[in-house]
T-cell receptor, first 111, second 114 residues
């Protein structure tokens, strides 16, 4: 199993541009999550999903959108990128009762 | 909602000493408490976890204790080694609930001096 994979690894955006961060898991987990981690800080939940077609907001959802059309994929969309969205983004997946497994992260810089 | 506080924010120990990191949580319904280790530039990785029906769990040099009454849990690392240097995060969730969302502490930077 590859576990949780994310693309791209790094990205630089200009203010106002949009992009989609990809996340895929091959563990057949129903639950998937997106976090952001600012330098020297903990992880903040952006959005989560408990199954295909079901998504909900986390602690810091503003400026982001998600969709979940399949069990495997949970893309995160940034519309109108702002410098405040400069961060490392982690995707994670889990069963309802077990720990979360994290992807390798995407380092995003907005200039 | 749930709030998790973690202390200390930085911890420096000599190789071979013990290290203790403490977390408190606010929601008495939380029942699952994992600890993650994050090395520089890497993803968080689970090192140990505990559920609310257990008071202590040990895995070689790492142990976690849980006090449900006081709503706090702690990570204990014995015989520390330089490779233990990393940021450690505690978290809490209502595992098995509707979402299994993790609320993270702010992290502890552990430095083990050779």
């Amino acid at each position: 199993n590859a576990g949780v994979t994310q693309t791209p690894k790094f990205r630089i955006l200009k203010i106002g541009q949009s992009m989609t961060l990809q996340c895929t898991q091959d563990m057949n987990h129903n639950y998937m999550y997106w976090y952001r981690q600012d330098p020297g800080m903990g992880l903040k939940l952006i959005y989560y999903s408990v199954g295909a077609g079901i998504t909900d907001k986390g602690e810091v959802p503003n400026g982001y959108n998600v969709s979940r059309s399949t069990t495997e994929d949970f893309p995160l969309r940034l519309e109108l990128a702002a410098p405040s969205q400069t961060s490392v983004y982690f995707c994670a997946s889990s069963t309802p009762w077990d720990t979360q497994y994290f992807g390798p992260g995407t380092r995003l810089t907005v200039l | 909602g749930e709030n998790v506080e973690q202390h200390p924010s930085t911890l420096s120990v000599q190789e071979g000493d013990s290290a203790v990191i403490k977390c408190t949580y606010s929601d008495s319904a939380s029942n699952y408490f994992p600890w993650y280790k994050q090395e520089l530039g890497k993803r968080p990785q689970l090192i140990i976890d505990i559920r609310s029906n257990v008071g202590e769990k040990k895995d070689q040099r790492i142990a976690v204790t849980l006090n449900k009454t006081a709503k706090h849990f702690s990570l204990h690392i014995t015989e520390t080694q330089p490779e233990d240097s990393a940021v450690y995060f505690c978290a809490a969730s209502k595992g098995g609930g509707a979402t299994n969302k993790l609320i993270f502490g702010t992290g502890t930077l552990l430095a083990v001096q050779p």
